[in-house]
């Protein structure tokens, strides 16, 4: 891949649609321009109505809009074009086809018009993925966390920290090397000073109960108890679609059955699974350790029960509830309300069959997802790449504190400036840059 390469291909997506966007950015875009269209006086950030030909035959393939953006003043922060032309796919490719006939111009690789605008320092790469995570969010908290990462939320924080570990490193060398200069001892207390508090608030920042990177993943709710308690009546319930067989037949679900819901602006993934019980049945005992696994990985276990039955539950309901992690991520609920009128008040219960209560459940849900999810002043962590950079950069700001050499404290101050540095891609590392635009579509 060259960065030398002028490069195109569609912005918007493919179908059908009264208008697609073609990208062009590189040194090849006035010439692109030229060659194309008809247009005299090109003009930056100007719109123009003009023909699209062919470089070649001339062959006029369609007429819409162009627009010039002049670098720097871009997204990649090279020239770039964008040629607003018909969004069907023949005009689409035979634009595309046409572009691929101009030299150097080749079609773009996933990713490569981000990955060149921080490069050209147009932005850090948490705003290239809060971009990344702006066009795939789905839900209004997700969008809203998403756009403030790609405005620079985090770019700012990482920076500023990384900026302050640069200076103490400056500090500490001038220190080291220039011991003629008489730079007072009392400048290590200061640095020492400094790195703590540093410490603290990258401490603070880290212990956010995962509450960004739930956000951007989605919160796993599922659906818990013995054979026929309701588990899947209720699913069908909560979304107000009928995903799962419902049926009197005990072991009517066995994979396991995920819907996506909206929950006030965030997203949740609710997972209906087979009922828990003892059985030689080879399908049956395939859906229960499917159940299992969920249980283990998703963030809160709605435990369903028979109200019928009530205050008597399962042998398997008794073992999850005996497993303190899963327990704290457990809520119970005796479904079936309509069939015990003398169930006692203080017990939750609802009926999915008649609808009681689920309001109530519904109140409790949004709690706990406001309680995971909930957006906070700060900016939110949101990817484990960050959290172990920042980890990594902790780990080594501990040690600058243990040490007692100047030189080996340098080191290690310099291990945690590398760190951060990882996060926002000032250290170009090609690797670090190849695994993380390999997510991006082409054309952004
Ligand atoms: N009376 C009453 N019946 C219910 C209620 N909820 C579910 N049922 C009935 O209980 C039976 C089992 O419901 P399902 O939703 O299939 O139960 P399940 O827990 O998914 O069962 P499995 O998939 O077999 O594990 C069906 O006949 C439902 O109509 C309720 O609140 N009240
Ligand atoms: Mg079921």
Known sequence: MSFQDTIFAPATASGIAGVGIIRISGKQTKNVIQKMTSIKNLKSRYAFYTKFH?????????????????????????????????????????????????????????????????????????????????????????????????????????????????????????????????????ILVKVQKTITDLIAQIKDHLSDNHKGENLREGFHITLVGAP????????????????????????????????????????????????????????????????????????????????????????????????ETLKEKALFVWNKKDLNPSLPKEVFSISAKTGENISKLWTLIEKEVEEKMGLNEAPALTRLRYRQELEKAVAALERFLNENELELQAENLRQAARSIGKITGVVEVEELFDVIFKDFCIGK
């Open 228 to 323: 026929n308690v309701g588990k899947s009546s209720l699913l069908n319930k909560l979304v107000q679609k009928d995903v799962a067989i419902v049926s009197k037949t005990a072991g009517t679900t066995r994979d396991v059955i995920e819907t996506y819901f909206d929950v006030k602006g965030y997203p949740v993934i609710f997972q209906d699974t087979a009922g828990l019980r003892e059985t030689n049945e080879e399908i049956e005992q395939e859906g229960i350790k499917r159940a299992f696994q969920k249980i283990e990985s998703s963030d809160i276990i709605l435990l369903l029960a028979d109200a019928a039955d009530y205050p008597k539950t399962t042998k398997e309901i008794g073992q999850i509830l005996e497993n």
């Open 54 to 186: 062919h470089p070649l035959t001339q062959e006029v393939l369609d007429e819409g809009i162009l627009i010039f953006f002049e670098g720097p003043n871009s997204f990649t922060g090279e020239d770039v074009a964008e040629f607003h032309v018909h969004g069907g796919r023949a005009v689409m490719l035979s634009i595309l086809e046409a572009l691929g006939k101009i030299e150097e111009c080749r079609f773009a690789e996933r990713g490569e018009y981000s990955r060149r605008a921080v490069l050209n320092g147009k932005m850090d790469l948490t705003q290239a993925e809060g971009m990344l995570d702006l066009i795939h969010a789905q839900t209004s908290k997700q969008k809203e966390q998403a756009f403030r990462q790609m405005s620079g939320a985090l770019e700012e924080i990482y920076t500023s920290w990384r900026k302050t570990m640069v200076h103490e490193l400056a500090l500490m060398e001038a220190y080291i090397d220039f011991p003629e200069e008489e730079i007072p001892d009392s």
